[in-house]
């Protein structure tokens, strides 16, 4: 079966710096990942996905993943922090065997003035 | 477009009461989804269809039931209350093709007491 593993519960980074959410996975074949983010008391937002394309995928809000197959990470980065992205974050990973999605733990960012 | 449309937001219930969670979609979608979301453990799939009139049990299913009579709409029941089932409760909805993700539902708070 597939999984994902985030590697922190909890971030804090202050704003102007990056950020750098960590996600490995594990998967038989190449896998279908993605990104969702969920803002305090609100629903989950797709933030971005890979889907065998290109290994470097951008998605919204300035933030980007890299697919690394020989490291099976799927790590999440944005050059520069806002206040607005103070979130939890969730990595995700396809499973082809129940035809859903299995989610991550997440990760709370917490970004300071 | 509505998108993925969650009836009621907020519901207490006390031990041993039943109840209903209505999830209806306006997107056509032929897969749905019941997750679960309890803090530190990420969502947790309670049962999902893969189309009208069927229905498959995900990773938490026991003390839950679904229906899917309509494809649009999918139905998450509790017949017999527990306070470990207070919890908030995501439905998704998404395309044939795993790779494009969920849309998710804002999601129902469920306080069992």
């Known amino acids: 079966a597939q999984s994902v593993t985030q590697l922190d519960s909890h971030v804090s980074v202050s704003e102007g710096t990056p950020v750098l959410l960590r996600c490995n996975y594990s998967?038989?074949?190449?896998?279908?990942l993605f990104w969702y983010v969920q803002h305090p008391n609100k629903g989950l937002q797709l933030l971005l996905k890979y889907t065998s394309a290109a290994t470097l995928v951008k998605g919204i809000n300035g933030f980007e993943a890299e697919f690394k197959k020989s490291e099976t990470s799927f790590h999440l980065t944005k050059p520069s922090a806002h206040m607005s992205d103070a979130a939890e974050y969730f990595c995700v990973v396809g499973d082809t065997g129940r035809r859903a999605l299995t989610f991550g733990s997440g990760t709370r960012l917490q970004v300071q003035p | 477009n509505a998108g993925v449309t969650q009836t009621p937001k907020f519901r207490v219930l006390k031990t041993g009461q039943s109840m209903t969670l209505l999830c209806a979609q306006d997107?056509?979608?032929?897969?749905m989804y019941w997750y679960r979301q309890d803090p530190g453990m990420g969502l947790r799939l309670i049962h999902y269809s893969v189309g009208e009139g069927t229905t498959a049990k995900g990773e938490v299913p026991d003390g839950y039931n679904v229906s899917r009579l309509k494809k649009q709409n999918f139905l998450l029941g509790l017949e017999s209350a527990a306070p470990s089932q207070t919890s908030v409760y995501f439905c998704?909805?998404?395309?044939?093709?795993?790779?494009?993700?969920?849309?998710f539902g804002s999601g129902t708070r469920l306080t069992v007491v």
């Open positions: 997107m056509n979608h032929e897969y």
């Open positions: 998967s038989s074949y190449s896998p279908s």
């Open positions: 998704a909805s998404r395309p044939t093709g795993l790779s494009y993700g969920y849309t």
